[in-house]
Each structure stands twice: as structure tokens, then as C-alpha cells.
């Protein structure tokens, strides 16, 4: 009976520290870090949804202003925070496209971003998406012109730039009209 109960205790003990360790996972020197669920499918409808594919093209679907986000074969696992620091270096060409093709900058929460990274590193998932899916009105404002290769967004992205122009001030009242000698 002893030896039983010895057991149970060393089992629970170990049970305990497991926790601990995997508590520890997520607590790197001292701060909580959140673990997101990842889904290819939720990505590959945001894409559509969210507009993404106007600009970007999947498996030959969408626009070309904006790089293909084709799945590389082989390529390393997911990381959404790579992905993210990928879209953070594209964000002035990004909002600048969205102000002026969709009227508005696409807004993004951290699960979407993370189910867009998903999606982009889908192979199969990505081979599930058809001009079909895309809505018939949106069909047509797919980008043709690769604005990333023949604009030079470097000078762009090196300006700061954000999509719009600071207001000036003065701007938007009328110019007084000259005086003209009698």
C-alpha cells in the first residue's frame, strides 16, 4: 500500500512539473506570450474577403500590383510574425493602393493575420481557390499594372509615406485675389 501510495505522489509530482514546463513555454523572461490557432481555410475566405486578392494573386487567382502569395514548396513553417513583418515593410505601398483602389485601408486583427500567413504558406489550401469564389463584382477590380515592379516603392517606403499628404494649412480655403494697380 505504501509503495502504491509513493507512486501516485511521484506520478502527480511529475503531472505538476509537466505544467510548469509548458507554463513555461509560454513565459519568456517573465512575460506571457500568446499561442494562436492557425487555419489555412479561415485565410484563404479572408483573402477573398477581406480584398486582399484584388492586388495579390493565389494560384493565378487576384491582382498583380502587389507580389504573388503563392505557397513555396519546401518553404519553412509557418511563422505569423513573419508574415506580419512582411506586410509592416509593404504597409505604405499597402495602405497607399487600399486608400486609392478600395476607398478605405483594410483592417486586420492579429487571428486574421495569423490565418492569413496560414493560407499563404498552403499549398493545397491555396489550390482550392477559384476565380469562382471570388464575387463577380470584385472580379473586376483585380489589378492588372505590378505597381511592386514598376514604381520604385523603395524611395516611397524610405519617404515615410502613409497614403496621404499632411493637411496644410491654409489648404481648401480660397486664394485672395490679387490686387490690380488703378
Not at 168 to 182: D, F, I, L, N, S
Request: hydrophobic share 40%.
Amino acid at each position: 500500500m505504501r509503495v502504491r501510495t509513493l507512486i501516485i505522489a511521484a506520478a502527480a509530482g511529475l503531472a505538476a512539473c509537466s505544467q510548469q514546463a509548458g507554463e513555461a513555454e509560454n513565459n519568456i523572461h517573465g512575460l506571457d506570450t500568446v499561442r494562436r490557432e492557425l487555419d489555412s481555410q479561415a485565410g484563404r475566405s479572408l483573402f477573398v474577403e477581406k480584398g486582399c486578392v484584388i492586388c495579390h494573386a493565389v494560384n493565378g487567382v487576384g491582382g498583380k500590383a502587389a507580389p504573388a502569395l503563392d505557397a513555396q514548396v519546401g518553404a519553412p513553417p509557418v511563422d505569423p510574425l513573419d508574415f506580419s513583418a512582411r506586410m509592416w515593410r509593404g504597409a505604405p505601398a499597402m495602405i497607399e493602393l487600399q486608400s486609392v483602389e478600395l476607398g478605405y485601408t483594410i483592417d486586420l486583427t492579429a487571428d486574421e493575420i495569423a490565418n492569413l500567413a496560414a493560407f499563404a504558406a498552403d499549398r493545397a489550401e491555396q489550390e482550392k481557390l477559384t476565380v469562382e469564389e471570388v464575387p463577380e463584382p470584385m472580379r473586376g477590380s483585380f489589378l492588372d499594372e505590378q505597381f511592386w515592379e514598376a514604381e520604385d516603392w523603395s524611395e516611397f517606403m524610405r519617404g515615410g509615406q502613409e497614403g496621404y499628404e499632411p493637411p496644410v494649412e491654409g489648404a481648401g480655403k480660397p486664394e485672395p485675389e490679387p490686387e490690380t494697380p488703378e
